[in-house]
């Protein structure tokens, strides 16, 4: 599956799971300028937080297929400043993150430690 379609169909799953959520897509080329013209509370990418400014509250590291990567099936997360890895992830440890955000966001307990 292609990048673009693999993020349009990210994008569909979590927009039919939370309508009101606010779900921005961006290629690798365009992540900087995506999310320098606002702070999103969760980014979805296959590139590490390490590589842009802090401000998330959760940021998942989707994994790539490249077979060059050792670390290539590992996703790394990080949720409030809580760190990990897993394979995958799965739709729904994805969407457990993205809920846990919201939930953390609307009890004014979200940090922006990712």
């Avoid at 990210?10 to 999310?35: F, G, M, Q, Y």
């Avoid at 994994?63 to 990080?78: F, S, V, W, Y």
């Amino acid at each position: 599956m292609s990048a673009p379609c693999s993020r349009e169909l990210l994008v569909k799953a979590i927009l039919d799971w939370r309508p009101t959520l606010i779900v921005c897509s961006a290629s690798l080329e365009e992540i900087v300028a995506a999310i320098s013209d606002f702070t999103p509370h969760v980014v979805v990418c296959s590139e590490p937080n390490g590589d842009h400014p802090a401000g998330s509250g959760a940021w998942v590291q989707n994994p790539t297929d490249d077979p060059a990567e050792d670390h290539a099936r590992l996703a790394r997360m990080c949720l409030d400043g809580e760190h990990w890895s897993t394979e995958g992830p799965s739709l729904s440890e994805l969407l457990a993150v993205i809920e846990e955000a919201r939930e953390r966001l609307q009890q004014g307990t979200l940090s922006s430690d990712c």
